[in-house]
């Protein structure tokens, strides 16, 4: 059975960081591409970050990079997503999400497993 857990989120001032975790279960992670989307209310689902399992070539959205951070942990099965400088319009529910395909993937519907999202809350 595939499971994949996030961790991590919660709420933080502008400017602060986060480190949101997601562990996988039932699925070599080395052979799967993953992403981290998010979604905030009233809003479609969006495309934040993806790492490939081919080489490691990560994709940001202009509105994270510089910012955010993805990297994975093959042995651990973790990937992570480390959000630096956070501001209020990065307030949304993170989930991530494992594709079998090899190559940056950054829409919705070519992800085939997902997490149950976490929170993440950035206010003064």
């Known amino acids: 059975q595939v499971q994949l857990v996030e961790s991590g989120g919660g709420s933080v001032q502008p400017g602060g960081s986060l480190r949101l975790s997601c562990t996988f279960s039932g699925i070599p992670l080395q052979y799967y591409t993953i992403g981290w989307f998010r979604q905030a209310p009233g809003k479609e689902r969006e495309g934040v970050s993806c790492i490939s399992s081919a080489d490691g070539s990560t994709y940001y959205a202009d509105s994270v990079k510089g910012r955010f951070t993805i990297s994975r942990d093959n042995v651990q099965n973790t990937v992570y997503l480390q959000m630096d400088s956070l501001k209020p319009e990065d307030t949304a529910v993170y989930y991530c999400?494992?594709?079998?395909?090899?190559?940056?993937?950054?829409?919705?519907?070519?992800?085939?497993?997902w997490g149950q999202g976490t929170q993440v809350t950035v206010s003064s």
């Open positions: 999400a494992a594709t079998d395909r090899t190559w940056t993937a950054t829409m919705v519907k070519e992800y085939d497993y």
